[in-house]
C-alpha cells in the first residue's frame, strides 16, 4: 500500500501511532470533533495490515473515553462515511454535548426533519440529524454558533495529554 503525507497542519494533531493519526476536523468550530486517518493510502478496511486494523479498535475506543469522560459528550457519534476521492480510509468522530442538542432542539429550521418519518421515532432525535446538524452548522457555516466550554485549541491541547500514546 502506498504512503501519503495527509497534509494536516500540525496545530490540528492530536495522536499518532504507527498507522493512523487523529486530529482535530480542520474546518470544524466545535471542540473535540476528532478525525482519524489511515497512513496507508486506501480506501477499504480489508486492504490494512493486521497491525493497523489491531490498533483501530483501541484508538477509537481511547478517543471516545476521552471526549466522554474528560470533555463531558454526552454522546460520541463515530461513523465511516468516505465517498470523497482522494483521501485515505478516516472515521470522523463527533462529541455531542448537551449544549448541542440544545442548539438543535432550538433552531426551527432542523423541524422540518421530523416529516420525513412516518410516525414518531425511537427517540426524539437520532445520530443521522444531529451529524446532519454538526456539519452544517458547525463546518460548514462561515458564522458558527457560539460554543460552550473548552476553545479548540484548548480542546485540541488537552485532547494530546489524555490521547497520549
Not at 480542520?26 to 496507508?40: D, F, T
Amino acid at each position: 500500500m502506498e504512503k501519503q503525507s495527509l497534509e494536516i497542519p500540525e496545530q490540528f494533531h492530536v495522536s499518532e501511532t504507527s498507522a493512523w493519526l487523529v486530529n482535530h476536523r480542520i474546518n470544524s468550530a466545535l471542540p473535540g470533533y476528532l478525525m482519524v486517518s489511515s497512513r496507508s493510502f486506501t480506501n477499504d478496511l480489508s486492504e490494512l495490515s493486521p497491525e493497523a486494523l489491531a490498533e483501530l479498535g483501541p484508538l477509537l475506543a481511547k478517543a471516545q473515553t476521552a471526549l466522554g469522560t474528560v470533555l463531558g459528550a454526552k454522546r460520541v457519534y463515530i461513523g465511516r462515511y468516505g465517498h470523497a476521492p482522494g483521501y485515505p480510509i478516516h472515521f470522523h468522530i463527533i462529541p455531542i454535548y448537551d449544549w448541542v442538542e440544545d442548539l438543535f432542539w432550538q433552531d426551527e429550521r432542523y423541524r422540518l426533519l421530523q416529516t420525513f418519518a412516518e410516525g414518531s421515532g425511537e427517540t426524539p432525535t437520532d445520530g443521522a440529524e444531529l451529524t446532519f446538524f454538526v456539519w452544517r452548522e458547525f463546518c460548514e457555516r462561515a458564522d458558527p454558533p457560539p460554543i460552550k466550554g473548552l476553545s479548540v485549541t484548548e480542546t485540541i491541547e488537552l485532547l494530546r495529554k489524555t490521547l497520549r500514546p
